[in-house]
């Protein structure tokens, strides 16, 4: 069993940054792919960004390249999704989910843990 817990989130202006983290608990947290998703009202989830097991980070949502990052510290069992430059498009609940295998894709949905979540608020 892996616990996964959100922070970082909150209310920020157009063209701010935030970093979230998603810290791990329970199993070994490098043995685990990490995903960020988001949600924003009436809109279905969103795969943001991935990381392998070794650190190795892939943007899936096109409005986020070149401004968010993914990374981790397996050390600290905690992954990152830095957001630079934010958009109010870019509110929305974020979610870390968490697969056992070394590494996922941008097509692949399906994920074994999940946090409850960090609100993301980007106002005009």
């Known amino acids: 069993q892996v616990q996964l817990v959100e922070s970082g989130g909150g209310l920020v202006q157009a063209g701010d940054s935030l970093r979230l983290s998603c810290a791990a608990s329970?199993?070994?947290?490098?043995?685990?792919?990490m995903g960020w998703f988001r949600q924003a009202p009436g809109k279905e989830r969103e795969l943001v960004s991935i990381?392998?097991?070794?650190?190795?980070?892939?943007d899936c949502a096109d409005s986020v390249k070149g401004r968010f990052s993914i990374s981790r510290d397996n050390a600290k069992n905690t992954v990152y999704l830095q957001m630079n430059s934010l958009k109010p498009e870019d509110t929305a609940v974020y979610y870390c989910?968490?697969?056992?295998?070394?590494?996922?894709?941008?097509?692949?949905?399906?994920?074994?843990?999940w946090g409850q979540g960090t609100q993301v608020t980007v106002s005009s």
């Open positions: 329970g199993r070994t947290f490098s043995m685990y792919a």
């Open positions: 989910a968490a697969k056992s295998v070394y590494s996922t894709s941008c097509y692949t949905r399906e994920y074994d843990y």
């Open positions: 990381i392998s097991r070794a650190g190795s980070g892939t």
